[in-house]
Structure formats: C-alpha cells, structure tokens
C-alpha cells in the first residue's frame, strides 16, 4: 500500500496566514499540520507517501521533512502548479501509483485521532476496481458532501450529495479515501464543475453508480482545519500529542 497527501491548495479561509505559508506548515499543538497526517499513514503500516504541494513553501516542505527517514517514511513529492480541484490534484500521483497499486488518500487539513490500519486492512480485502470513504458523523451535514446509504445493502453507499439544504443523514465524507490504480480512468471520465474543477465527490460518485463504494466510520475525534476556527479547536484538541 501507498499513500498520497494532498497538501496544495491556496487556503483562502486562513488568510492573510496562508499569504506567508502554506496552511498545511501552520503550527497545530506541537508540530506543522503535514506531519499528522504522514504519522497516520506510518500508524497504518504505509510508509511510502507522495505529497502534492503547491509551489508555494515547496522549499520548506524540503527542509523541514527531507527525504521523511526522520518520520520512518519515504516522501516523494509532486508539485501542484495550479488549483483545479482534489481529483485534478490526485491525478498528479498517476506516476507514483503504478498498475493495481492500492493507496489511501489524505487531504492535508484533515486530522483526526484513529488508527486507520483497520480501515485500510478491510479495504485490501476489497475486490479490485473498487474504492472505500471514511465518514463521520457531525452535527451541521450541509457543510459536507453527504453519503446516501444503499437501501439494499448498507455497506455500500448510493451516491453522494454536495452540501445538501436537506442531508439524508447526519453524516460527512472526510477527506479519507482508498483507491486502487482505476481510479485514474474514473478522473478521466469527470467533467469540470461548474466552478472549473475537477471534483472529487463526482469521482466517488461513478463508484457509488456502479455499487463500489464502501465505508467505514470515523469513531474519534476529526476536523476539516481549514478555518480558523476548527485550526483552533485542532490546535486544543492536539496539544500534547506529538505525530
């Protein structure tokens, strides 16, 4: 197994910090948010990681993390030179992910407390060609995109509304995935959204058509710190754990 952390992006939400650095080098508890979500992926047994940066603070993701022997990884990185959406950004990791590769994918801002090796264990039981989301159960789901769970087997969700004015559950899809190499052709097949990007919800979205999409559910803490209110609470709820 790989993983690949997609750390690019502008972070409008937390400027004017993200004028100086990217958010995902800003300080949470004792360490730069990038080094949470590396440490998980380590946790889980996946010590082969690319990170997508954008060109923006590439040369302090260099100094600071190196080759990643100091984290017990090994980091290959890809720059990012523009911001065309999370699916474009994972496209970037076609090179690095060669053919039924499996992988999990992190977005950088998100950082939770569980062990993900159970999660990813599941997922390599799964046939080829399918792919798994983690959700978390949050009290505002019109801020997410929101699963519909399969009526028929509910291990499998249906499809995936985007901010919902009325969600049909009480969960969100976090920026966890599983993938295996296919993913690459589902990209292929997105078209742009209407603000230019290639969305990743409509990625999940062809697997959810075909009834490959599967889930599993974030039972600790977890939080989408790109605002600067959760980089806050993240920053509480992370001080004295060290990645």
Same mark, same amino acid.
């Given at each position: 197994?790989?993983?690949? !952390? %997609?750390? @690019?992006?502008?972070?409008?939400? /937390?400027?004017?910090?993200?004028?100086?650095?990217?958010?995902? /080098?800003?300080?949470?508890?004792?360490?730069?948010? =990038?080094?949470?979500?590396?440490?998980?992926?380590?946790?889980?047994?996946?010590?082969? !990681?690319?990170?997508?940066?954008?060109?923006?603070?590439?040369?302090?993701?260099?100094? &600071?993390?190196?080759?990643?022997?100091?984290?017990?990884?090994?980091?290959?990185? #890809?720059?990012?030179?523009?911001? @065309?959406? =999370?699916?474009?950004?994972?496209?970037?990791?076609?090179?690095? !992910?060669?053919?039924?590769?499996?992988?999990?994918?992190?977005?950088?801002?998100?950082?939770?407390?569980?062990?993900?090796?159970?999660?990813?264990?599941? &997922?390599?039981?799964?046939?080829? @060609?399918?792919?798994?989301?983690? /959700? #978390?159960?949050?009290?505002?789901?019109?801020?997410?995109?929101?699963?519909?769970?399969?009526?028929?087997?509910?291990?499998?969700?249906?499809? =995936?509304?985007?901010?919902? #004015?009325?969600?049909?559950?009480?969960?969100?899809?976090?920026? =966890?995935?599983?993938?295996d190499d296919q993913v690459f052709e589902h990209i292929a097949a997105t078209e742009p959204s209407d603000r230019g990007e290639l969305e990743i919800t409509d990625v999940n979205n062809l697997y959810a058509r075909e009834s490959k999409l599967e889930y599993d559910? /974030?039972?600790?803490?977890?939080?989408?710190? @790109?605002?600067?209110?959760? %980089?806050?609470?993240?920053?509480?709820?992370? #001080?004295?754990?060290?990645?």
């Amino acid at each position: 197994m790989k993983g690949v !952390i %997609l750390a @690019g992006g502008t972070g409008t939400r /937390l400027y004017p910090l993200t004028r100086l650095i990217n958010k995902h /080098l800003l300080p949470v508890g004792d360490s730069p948010m =990038i080094c949470y979500g590396i440490e998980r992926l380590r946790q889980a047994g996946i010590t082969d !990681i690319m990170l997508i940066i954008s060109k923006q603070s590439a040369g302090l993701y260099t100094d &600071f993390l190196g080759s990643g022997s100091s984290m017990g990884v090994r980091i290959t990185y #890809k720059i990012q030179e523009e911001a @065309g959406g =999370i699916a474009e950004a994972l496209e970037l990791a076609k090179g690095f !992910i060669t053919p039924r590769d499996r992988f999990v994918v992190l977005l950088g801002d998100n950082l939770f407390l569980d062990n993900l090796k159970p999660f990813v264990e599941k &997922f390599q039981k799964q046939p080829y @060609g399918t792919a798994r989301v983690l /959700l #978390k159960r949050v009290n505002d789901p019109r801020r997410y995109g929101v699963p519909v769970f399969d009526k028929d087997n509910r291990k499998l969700i249906s499809y =995936i509304e985007e901010k919902p #004015k009325q969600p049909k559950s009480n969960y969100c899809v976090t920026g =966890i995935y599983m993938y295996d190499d296919q993913v690459f052709e589902h990209i292929a097949a997105t078209e742009p959204s209407d603000r230019g990007e290639l969305e990743i919800t409509d990625v999940n979205n062809l697997y959810a058509r075909e009834s490959k999409l599967e889930y599993d559910i /974030l039972r600790r803490w977890w939080t989408d710190a @790109g605002t600067f209110e959760s %980089l806050h609470d993240a920053a509480r709820r992370m #001080k004295g754990i060290r990645p």
